[in-house]
């Protein structure tokens, strides 16, 4: 049974009896009786007396004898509960994928088999690794009961029915160095490969250079960490670049070296690479936000790949970010640190302007040969030579780049925001907005022949009428990712057109002459680099109601700019404004200028990362009822309301970092005392969400 209760986060004491103490190790799931009801929960130390005064439960079962929650994991999901005003069951529930027993009886690969045991040269069982656990009590967290701090002097017994074989850890500075590659276009970057391998923990921010294999750069990052006798735990946003570095790693490593973690995996193949990592078999764990808690022995570096990326952001409660994760990694397991991307967020420019970590970036000389030509079409020049580029969808610029670079036989990349037809349409008279007559949704065409319907509730409105004017004609206020494509097919006869987006991503095309239309981040690799990029509708970024919409829009251009080749080869053509501040920074390939500007501007006005702030979402009285019982800081601001998603309302809460600590748990607090009190409207709390209004 889940118990979701704010006010039982804390560890609970039971008694263990005689027939499991074999088997009741701190890392084991158990279950237990709380409240007359059977219940889940994780042992997490054992002790020999308690210091509770009333009568103890016995535990009533241990559901495996597996030790899934390693000591570290779950200093880490308490740390993480904290700073995120959650429970720890909720973030353990992150932590440890459900249990698939078929897969923990499968043989383990580190595991003698009879006949190896019964051979002469087998070695003899080491007495001392077996030791027996206390029997008294046991202190153990159940469904969202789970809190506390997890005591690390805690005499942890092992499971006695198998032996674990770990390669024997590499002393500092002897092991071989690792050939810096591509890391030597970088001047700090073979000093980083270094401190890795000596087995120091090194903080860097990587500012990737264009058309750069980032994967091969990570790989050899955890290459030199292996090469210094630690793990690595390297997160990625989606399965796309999952597969890229999954690649790199067995180049470099070989194969069995590393395991994948991500959800799409399935139960059985997730939890048998989650075994292998917690049993030590593996020095390496890559994979997806889901890797994030991943287990490693002598967790030597903590990596991640575009940052930015909101697929890092985890929607289930307490909503951790993978990077704030990693970080806290860092601090508890003194690991070095790698926070890589072709963009850079405003969290990494902090990071580097408090000292925390160190820059890793090209020099401007590298950067100038490594870009290609990029051009806005909005500047003055521009409108001077084609007065209707301010307005046009496709500019004369962009259809000349995309023009020259199909007549020398390369591909061409068309970066479009929506996906879709046309994702939103208006009428053909007055130019209202339509939307559906039943919740007031925008209507959408599918097709070019199709019927309009509701991006909301899906209803079909076939006799569709303008409430203004009463015009029955529509046209298109936002073109996306087909209809672009169908114009470009109709521009460029006799060209191949191939679309990449939500329905089917593609991982890479080849080099010949073709029109490749995509939605943001699902751009693929064109062997050779892309002649020419076009970045159309930067509108549509730029004007959306969100803090990040500057920083999002450099990163998706970025990213998409990078595939192209080098001057005078490639070319990219931004349909904006080029006196923006993020046109500026692609034009320039300066994300560091942007990042600070952000920050700045952040710090002035009082938002993340230079403050923390909280998002309390909710009904108008349960808002009001949890924030009346929280007992902020002195020094907190409370903002709003602004109104949220489904009739319901959202404050916000600020306060200076210093007060972080503070602010999460007054909150946690308060949601507690409404859970213990039987609350009957839910609050959702968020401290530093992505989306703030």
């Given at each position: 049974?889940?118990?979701?209760?704010?006010?039982?986060?804390?560890?609970?004491?039971?008694?263990?009896?005689?027939?499991?103490?074999?088997?009741?190790?701190?890392?084991?799931?158990?279950?237990?009786?709380?409240a007359?009801?059977?219940?889940?929960?994780?042992?997490?130390?054992?002790?020999?007396?308690?210091?509770?005064?009333?009568?103890?439960?016995?535990?009533?079962?241990?559901?495996?004898?597996?030790?899934?929650?390693?000591?570290?994991?779950?200093?880490?999901?308490?740390?993480?509960?904290?700073?995120?005003?959650?429970?720890?069951a909720?973030?353990?529930?992150?932590?440890?994928?459900?249990?698939?027993?078929?897969?923990?009886?499968?043989p383990?690969?580190?595991?003698?088999?009879?006949?190896?045991?019964?051979?002469?040269?087998?070695?003899?069982?080491?007495?001392?690794?077996?030791?027996?656990?206390?029997t008294?009590?046991?202190?153990?967290?159940?469904?969202?009961?789970?809190?506390?701090?997890?005591?690390?002097?805690?005499?942890?017994?092992?499971?006695?029915?198998?032996?674990?074989?770990?390669?024997?850890?590499?002393?500092?500075?002897?092991?071989?160095?690792?050939?810096?590659?591509?890391?030597?276009?970088?001047?700090?970057?073979?000093?980083?490969?270094?401190?890795?391998?000596d087995?120091?923990?090194?903080?860097?921010?990587?500012?990737a250079?264009p058309?750069?294999?980032?994967?091969?750069?990570?790989?050899?990052?955890?290459?030199?960490?292996?090469?210094?006798?630690r793990?690595?735990?390297?997160?990625?946003?989606?399965?796309?670049?999952?597969?890229?570095?999954?690649?790199?790693?067995?180049?470099?490593?070989?194969?069995?070296?590393?395991?994948?973690?991500?959800?799409?995996?399935?139960?059985?193949?997730?939890?048998?690479?989650?075994?292998?990592?917690?049993?030590?078999?593996?020095?390496?764990?890559?994979?997806?936000?889901?890797?994030?808690?991943?287990?490693?022995?002598?967790?030597?570096?903590?990596?991640?790949?575009?940052?930015?990326?909101?697929?890092?952001?985890?929607?289930?409660?307490?909503?951790?970010?993978?990077?704030?994760?990693?970080?806290?990694?860092?601090?508890?397991?003194?690991?070095?640190?790698?926070?890589?991307?072709?963009?850079?967020?405003?969290?990494?420019?902090?990071?580097?302007?408090?000292g925390?970590?160190?820059?890793?970036?090209?020099?401007r000389?590298?950067?100038?040969?490594?870009?290609?030509?990029?051009?806005?079409?909005?500047?003055?020049?521009?409108?001077?030579?084609?007065?209707?580029?301010?307005?046009?969808?496709?500019?004369?610029?962009?259809?000349?780049?995309?023009?020259?670079?199909?007549?020398?036989?390369?591909?061409?990349?068309?970066?479009?925001?929506?996906?879709?037809?046309?994702?939103?349409?208006?009428?053909?008279?007055?130019?209202?907005?339509?939307?559906?007559?039943?919740?007031?949704?925008?209507?959408?065409?599918?097709?070019?022949?199709?019927?309009?319907?509701?991006?909301?509730?899906?209803?079909?409105?076939?006799?569709?009428?303008?409430?203004?004017?009463?015009?029955?004609?529509?046209?298109?206020?936002?073109?996306?990712?087909?209809?672009?494509?169908?114009?470009?097919?109709?521009?460029?006869?006799?060209?191949?057109?191939?679309?990449?987006?939500?329905?089917?991503?593609?991982?890479?095309?080849?080099?010949?002459?073709?029109?490749?239309?995509?939605?943001?981040?699902?751009?693929?690799?064109?062997?050779?680099?892309?002649?020419?990029?076009?970045?159309?509708?930067?509108?549509?970024?730029?004007?959306?109601?969100?803090?990040?919409?500057?920083?999002?829009?450099?990163?998706?251009?970025?990213?998409?700019?990078?595939?192209?080749?080098?001057?005078?080869?490639?070319?990219?053509?931004v349909?904006?404004?080029?006196?923006l501040?993020?046109?500026?920074?692609?034009?320039?390939?300066?994300?560091?200028?942007?990042?600070?500007?952000?920050?700045?501007?952040?710090?002035?006005?009082?938002?993340?990362?230079?403050?923390?702030?909280?998002?309390v979402?909710?009904?108008?009285?349960?808002?009001?009822?949890?924030?009346?019982?929280?007992?902020?800081?002195?020094?907190?601001?409370?903002?709003?309301?602004?109104?949220?998603?489904?009739?319901?309302?959202r404050?916000?809460?600020?306060?200076?970092?210093?007060?972080?600590?503070?602010?999460?748990?007054?909150?946690?607090?308060?949601?507690?005392?409404?859970?213990?009190?039987?609350?009957?409207?839910?609050?959702?709390?968020?401290?530093?969400?992505?989306?703030?209004?």
């Amino acid at each position: 049974m889940d118990v979701g209760l704010a006010h039982l986060d804390r560890p609970f004491d039971y008694l263990v009896p005689a027939e499991l103490d074999a088997a009741a190790v701190p890392g084991t799931r158990v279950k237990v009786r709380f409240a007359g009801k059977l219940v889940d929960g994780w042992l997490l130390s054992r002790a020999d007396d308690s210091g509770h005064t009333g009568r103890l439960a016995y535990l009533e079962k241990v559901v495996s004898p597996e030790p899934v929650l390693a000591p570290e994991i779950a200093r880490l999901a308490r740390a993480v509960a904290d700073r995120y005003a959650g429970s720890l069951a909720d973030v353990l529930r992150l932590a440890v994928p459900p249990r698939h027993a078929r897969v923990e009886k499968e043989p383990r690969d580190d595991q003698p088999t009879p006949a190896d045991a019964d051979s002469p040269d087998a070695p003899a069982a080491d007495p001392s690794a077996v030791r027996p656990g206390p029997t008294v009590s046991g202190t153990m967290a159940a469904g969202t009961m789970a809190a506390g701090t997890v005591d690390p002097a805690t005499v942890r017994p092992e499971p006695t029915a198998s032996v674990t074989v770990r390669p024997e850890p590499v002393a500092p500075g002897t092991a071989g160095a690792v050939d810096p590659r591509g890391w030597r276009d970088y001047p700090t970057g073979p000093a980083l490969l270094r401190a890795l391998t000596d087995g120091r923990a090194p903080r860097a921010v990587w500012s990737a250079l264009p058309g750069e294999d980032w994967a091969a750069r990570y790989a050899d990052a955890v290459a030199a960490t292996v090469a210094g006798g630690r793990g690595a735990v390297v997160v990625v946003p989606d399965a796309r670049d999952l597969d890229r570095l999954d690649a790199a790693l067995t180049g470099v490593l070989g194969p069995g070296r590393h395991v994948s973690l991500s959800a799409a995996l399935g139960p059985a193949r997730r939890y048998r690479a989650f075994l292998a990592a917690r049993r030590g078999q593996v020095p390496v764990v890559i994979g997806t936000r889901a890797a994030m808690f991943a287990p490693v022995d002598r967790l030597g570096l903590v990596a991640i790949w575009d940052d930015g990326d909101d697929l890092h952001s985890e929607p289930r409660s307490p909503y951790p970010h993978a990077r704030d994760v990693l970080l806290t990694r860092v601090q508890l397991a003194e690991a070095g640190a790698l926070v890589g991307g072709y963009a850079r967020t405003a969290e990494a420019q902090l990071l580097l302007e408090t000292g925390w970590a160190r820059e890793v970036v090209a020099e401007r000389a590298t950067v100038r040969a490594r870009i290609p030509a990029i051009a806005p079409t909005g500047d003055d020049p521009q409108l001077a030579r084609d007065p209707g580029a301010a307005t046009a969808r496709l500019p004369s610029l962009a259809w000349t780049a995309a023009r020259d670079a199909l007549r020398q036989d390369l591909p061409v990349l068309v970066q479009v925001p929506r996906r879709g037809y046309l994702p939103s349409v208006s009428c053909a008279e007055c130019r209202t907005p339509a939307r559906c007559e039943h919740c007031s949704g925008p209507l959408a065409l599918p097709s070019a022949g199709g019927t309009p319907a509701c991006r909301w509730c899906a209803r079909v409105a076939a006799a569709y009428a303008c409430p203004q004017c009463g015009g029955r004609r529509l046209r298109a206020a936002v073109t996306g990712a087909r209809r672009t494509a169908e114009e470009l097919g109709r521009a460029f006869p006799g060209v191949p057109v191939r679309t990449s987006g939500r329905e089917e991503v593609l991982t890479d095309v080849p080099g010949g002459a073709a029109l490749v239309v995509t939605t943001p981040g699902a751009e693929p690799v064109a062997e050779g680099g892309y002649g020419a990029v076009l970045l159309l509708d930067s509108w549509a970024l730029l004007t959306r109601a969100d803090l990040r919409a500057g920083e999002e829009a450099l990163r998706r251009w970025l990213a998409a700019a990078a595939l192209a080749r080098p001057a005078p080869a490639g070319r990219v053509v931004v349909v904006a404004d080029g006196a923006l501040a993020p046109v500026q920074a692609l034009l320039r390939w300066d994300a560091a200028w942007f990042a600070g500007r952000e920050l700045a501007e952040r710090r002035e006005l009082g938002f993340p990362p230079a403050v923390r702030m909280a998002s309390v979402t909710g009904t108008a009285e349960a808002v009001a009822d949890l924030l009346a019982a929280a007992r902020l800081p002195d020094d907190a601001e409370v903002l709003g309301p602004v109104p949220a998603e489904e009739g319901r309302e959202r404050m916000l809460v600020r306060v200076p970092r210093a007060r972080a600590a503070a602010l999460a748990e007054a909150l946690h607090s308060a949601a507690g005392a409404r859970a213990a009190r039987k609350a009957a409207d839910p609050v959702r709390l968020q401290v530093d969400p992505l989306s703030l209004f």
